[in-house]
């Protein structure tokens, strides 16, 4: 393996962003693909598929085995909200492999007790995101309810490509949602991919239900996120 | 030490920077019930000093020593322990399953 080719690795691991390293097992020839980089033709399908999974293994490229190690960002979820629903979410993304954190304003919500071994952070997203960024790695959970809460941290998840997007609220409220975030100039199509009723459609009513029926759907769209670079 | 500083990859950068020579050896395929997954890394420089695992501690005797001959060689080696094998029963891969391992040295 080439110093540069372990360079780049690390250094796209250090800025969470999904790397390939492709190994020609009988030339002793190492390859590596960044996330979005285009890949040739031949590799396309191996490099998109071990992308999508995750899933380092052999495989045949051009007549030749290879081997292909996956690097993918460690995947989390950035809550907005210190609410009954996201006290049952913290219990389920440990056990889904996602690492959490919860983030708000309201400091009567937002306590340790009720909140023990979580990271919460009780203090604005729009000031907490500005050192935390958000990326395609993450999933946004917005359920305060409260648009002087939610909306920045909606338009930053939809402008850092986060491959999830979920809001509470009712048909609605998400219709003026839509309004607001039009005025700060988000594109219909950015808009659209919200997850708004938030939650797989499984008839949830308690907050834990709906907690499932989000971590569900985060997984979803996890699984079936479309990998960047694989039409170049 | 910190966790970044354990990461093997993280390290093999800072070794080789340091001018020492860096062999990395990642499991490439498993059967059965191997104790580390396929994409694992160890890393190993001219002095025997290690870092990471392939196996837990059941074959990484093993591959340090042919890592010492890919360092002086220069060419990669794949390697495979299993309980069928003569030499894994030698060096000890005691759960029962099969691993394969490239090793290759950073240039």
Redesign the interface.
């Known amino acids: ?3 540069e080719v ?2 780049q ?2 250094s796209a ?1 250090q800025a969470r962003q999904a790397v390939v390293i492709v ?1 020609d ?1 009988a030339a ?1 020839s ?1 390859i590596v693909f960044t996330e979005g980089q285009p890949v040739p033709e031949c590799l396309r399908d191996v490099v998109g598929k071990a992308l999508q999974t995750g ?4 495989a045949e490229a051009d007549g030749a085995q290879v ?1 292909l ?2 690097y993918l960002p460690p995947p989390r979820i950035v809550a907005i909200g210190a609410v009954h629903i996201t006290q049952a979410l913290a219990r389920l993304a440990p056990m889904m492999n996602f690492d959490l954190s919860i983030i708000d304003p309201r400091t009567a919500f937002a306590t340790p007790e009720r909140f023990e071994g979580v990271d919460l952070i009780a203090d604005w997203p729009e000031d907490v995101l500005k050192d935390r960024g958000l990326d395609a790695y993450t999933a946004l959970v917005a359920v305060t309810h409260d648009p002087k809460i939610d909306d920045y941290p909606i338009a930053d998840a939809l402008r850092s490509r986060c491959f999830y997007v979920g809001a509470l609220g009712s048909r609605k409220t998400h219709a003026k949602r839509i309004e607001r975030l039009k005025e700060v100039g988000l594109s219909d199509e950015d808009i659209s991919s919200i997850r708004a009723p938030i939650g797989l459609d499984i008839g949830a009513s308690s907050p834990e239900e709906i907690a499932l029926a989000i971590m569900a759907e985060i997984v979803q769209a996890f699984r079936r996120r479309p990998i960047s670079g694989q039409s170049a | 030490m910190s966790a970044a500083s354990l990461d093997p990859l993280t390290l093999a950068e800072t070794w080789k920077a340091e001018g020492r020579d860096v062999a990395i050896a990642t499991v490439i395929e498993t059967w059965g019930s191997a104790p580390r997954p396929v994409g694992s890394h160890l890393i190993i420089d001219a002095e025997g000093n290690f870092e990471g695992s392939v196996s837990g501690g059941c074959v990484e005797g093993a591959v340090i020593t042919e890592a010492l001959d890919v360092l002086e060689a220069g060419t990669p080696k794949l390697l495979e322990f299993g309980v069928a094998d003569e030499t894994a029963w030698r060096v000890g891969l005691s759960c029962g399953g099969r691993i394969r391992v490239y090793v290759e040295k950073l240039n």
């Open positions: 393996m080439q110093i372990l360079k690795v690390n691991r190994t097992l002793g190492t899933k380092s293994g052999l081997f190690n996956v």
